[in-house]
């Protein structure tokens, strides 16, 4: 195009200014890319199925206040008085997954394995707890009530049965087959047979590596670290949790007592990466903003330093299209000069960040996407002012100089 020479000419008599916008928005580009690829992990996190009916479930637990109180008995009395609710479709004992609090174990698939094991969080439940969480079996069958054991904390026996998440099995047992198979604490040589295979359960803590891997135990234990889990009946939830939080309280006074649903569980869980979808979000938004805000600025000050030029070119016959394409062209060879800048320094930015901190890869699609996008964004900046540039008229500029 004719208006290239011109346009290189006036930015090299700018250039300090010119080169400041293409770094600024390079610099942009390099952390608004990573960010995009930490939000975009964070919120798939955050959605990924939990395996369990998350949206009608109920929790309670509680303290009692007298040293010597029977666990074993207020359970049975409890569950005996849940499940007799209305609106209750099941309730178990046992701790809630997607909470944070748990216990975890490592796993072999032969006796007396000290090393590479598997790790995987562990429940110990009752015959109920897979319709009381919603979970699909897949593969085998549910505990029989006869397979449960009512054990004391200190107590040293070891389950024989056992159910796992299928995530789980196609990890211990890679070529199939996972179903009878026996599986053995990391170092020991008690056998449990796998007599059932769930399709999902993240856990107590979603977050981490082995989320999905969770073995389930035959066994419920007379500690306090229990809680009673309850699915409503569709639409039942809310009136359930009132329900409950009642029934409780009436049926002994002496313990205090805490209800919550599941999902305000997960929310306090997911707390952090909420807060940081946010804050990230909030950053890419303010530093698009500024970015846009400094486009503006620059054009407008280089339209008012040149309304002489601007009124001569359009007395020479320049039309207002000719005059707002000059403009959009300089700024489209700044933005272009700061996306390259930024698409390399977000990848070397991403490597570093990937080595020391673990963040997720940053694909060149998704920095080639926020490019796209924030050159369109300086396009837009610099169209109102290139707009107006092209209604000076011959005698406006004269008028100014």
Known sequence: MLELRPILSALWRHKISALLIALQLGLTLAIVSNASVVIKERQERIARPTGVAEADIVTAHFMPIPKDYDMLEAFRLDMDMIRQLPGVAA?????????????????????????????????????????????????????T??????????????????????????????EGNALGK??????????????????????????????????????????????????????????????????????????????????????????????????LSGVVSLLTFIVALGIVGLTVFWITQRQKQI????????????????????????????????????????KFLASEFGQPALPLSTTLICAFILLAVSVAAALVPALRAANISPAMATRSV
């Not at 449960?148 to 056992?162: A, C, D, F, L, V």
């Open 91 to 143: 309730a178990t004992i046992s701790r809630a997954p997607l909470t944070g609090s748990g216990s975890s174990s490592g796993f072999h698939t032969k006796p007396h394995q000290e090393v590479g094991s598997t790790g995987a969080a562990n429940f110990r439940v009752d015959e109920h707890f897979i319709d009381a969480l919603g979970m699909k079996l897949v593969a085998g069958r549910n505990f």
């Open 145 to 174: 009530p006869d397979e449960i054991r009512m054990m004391e904390s200190n107590s040293s026996e070891r389950p024989t049965k056992t159910i796992i998440t299928q995530q789980l099995a196609d990890t211990l047992f890679p």
């Open 182 to 279: 026996p599986i053995y604490f990391g170092g020991e040589d008690n056998p449990m047979e796998i007599v059932g295979i769930v399709e999902r359960n993240l856990g107590p803590w979603p977050n981490s590596s082995i989320a999905g891997n969770t073995v389930f135990f035959p066994a419920i234990m007379d500690n306090q670290w229990y809680d009673y889990i309850v699915r409503a009946e569709p639409g039942q939830r809310d009136a359930v949790l009132k329900l409950l939080e009642e029934k409780l309280a009436e049926r002994d006074a002496d313990r205090v007592i805490n209800v919550e649903t599941l999902e305000e569980q997960k929310t306090r869980y997911y707390a952090g990466d909420n807060t940081m979808i946010k804050v």
């Open 311 to 350: 009124g001569v070119r359009r007395a020479l016959g320049a039309t207002r299209l000719a005059i707002s394409r000059y403009f959009l062209l300089e700024n489209l060879m700044i933005a272009a000069t700061g996306i390259v800048l930024g698409v390399a320094t977000a990848q070397i930015f991403n």
